[in-house]
């Protein structure tokens, strides 16, 4: 059954620190902390295949099968593409009713490194298609279960799983406790940079841990938009091109031709030209600076497999100059039957301004636009950089004690951005000082990692008797 609550917000810029801890530890009469042990209620739960389903109507038919083929993979994958089954999860459950803007996805994949406007490497959360305003603990509880699948993956003895866990959660409570006590412009600019990760964690990886992060950090910086043009793009008689890499890369020219593919390719020229208007006036004069060159449709992510994603090839000064930004589908979070209604019309702009609030720092040109499709639908995108120094974490080739390192980080890291949207004194409040709150987590992530592989086994069941077609590439 669906449940929409209105949440207690205690983030009264009125109140006293005082106030605002009273209500955080009023919370837990709501919700007390080891009652978040609990595994969501079987009972009435909804199939979760009928729930990837569902998501899966609106998307473009030829691309789903692609979907449940990366879901497949592993516990693991199915768990990044499964969003919408934990949401409805963790909506049938009670709530401490106080708020902050969520990620809605909060797995470990789900952070990494990018660049800062000023060109500094930053580690923070980077996907926000689910982002919405609601109970802060549904966060960090899917990062928390993200781990201990992680950790099966990896196979972890249960300890050790519980171990990580309990260390992440641990990290993002001391972090939250830590931002309680500072001024708001102090909790706005923090973040977490190259530089810091090495003090935070250089003694506890080791040598080889070490030598592991100097690769990631250099790789990052790597991958920025030149990297993605000489990767994603070829010359064709003397112009720049998108390289086709049919099904997960297709340009506008092979998926249509004549009339059709003119239509698109001005659609999607006025959706660049038009998001600008989202932008800072700064940046929209840089983007003016680019030209559209070339699109095509790509693949990205797993649960995100089937939404309308385009790239998009920009050319400044002359070929040498390239831009690539990727327009993405934006529909509604996944968390949305279980809060309250967004405040933005328009699904990117509830995607961008959910980034903007969480994000220490964001992308120059992260903008949206709503643009009309071949099915005669307007739909919502944001947009974006394709890359500027990303790079992300390969928890399969962590052992245990890198992995809780890591987790450590995402968790001080979500600490930070729930800090700047909720009520960072309540929050910390309703944790105090015990660990009663990572232990119950510890027994949720275990308990929830069964349930996952449950749903692991029947999608692939469903795909054995047809009910649902995976492929993979």
Partial sequence: MKRKETAVTPQEPHLSPQERAALGKAARRRMPRSAHAEPPPAAGRADPVELLERQSADRVPELVPLRYGRMLESPLAFYRGAAAVMAADL????????????????????????ASPERH?????????????????????????????????????????????RGTVRAYREAMRGFAGMRNL????????AGQLHVL???RLGKQGRRRMARALETARGRDHLHASQRLTEAVDG??????DPPLLVPLGDL????????????????????GRSLASDRRHLLDQFRMADAARKVVGVGSVGTRCWIVLMLGRDA?????????????????????PSPYGNQGQRVVCGQRLMQAVSDILLGWERAAGFDGRQRDFYVRQLRDWKGAARPETMPPGRLRAYGEL???????AHARSGDRIAIAAYLGGGDAFERALAEFAEAYADRNERDFHALAEAARHGRVVARRV
């Fill in 91 to 114: 909506g049938a459950r009670p709530r401490t009713g106080i708020e902050a803007q969520l990620c809605g996805d909060a797995h470990l994949l789900n952070f990494g490194l990018f």
């Fill in 121 to 165: 490497l930053v580690f923070d959360v980077n996907d926000f298609d689910e982002t919405l305003p609601g109970p802060w603990e549904w966060d960090i509880t899917r990062l928390a279960a993200s781990l201990a699948i992680a950790g099966r993956e990896n196979g972890f003895p249960e300890e050790r799983r519980r171990d990580v866990v």
């Fill in 186 to 193: 102090d909790v706005w600019y923090a973040h977490f940079d």
């Fill in 201 to 203: 964690f250089a003694e």
């Fill in 239 to 244: 112009t720049r091109r998108i390289a086709a």
């Fill in 256 to 275: 249509m031709t004549g009339d059709r593919r003119a239509e698109l390719e001005e659609r999607l020229r006025r959706l660049v030209e038009r998001y």
């Fill in 320 to 340: 040498d100059d390239p831009l690539i930004l990727q327009a993405k589908e934006a529909g509604s979070s996944v968390l949305a039957p279980f809060l309250r």
């Fill in 410 to 416: 995402c968790g001080a890291t979500l600490a930070r």
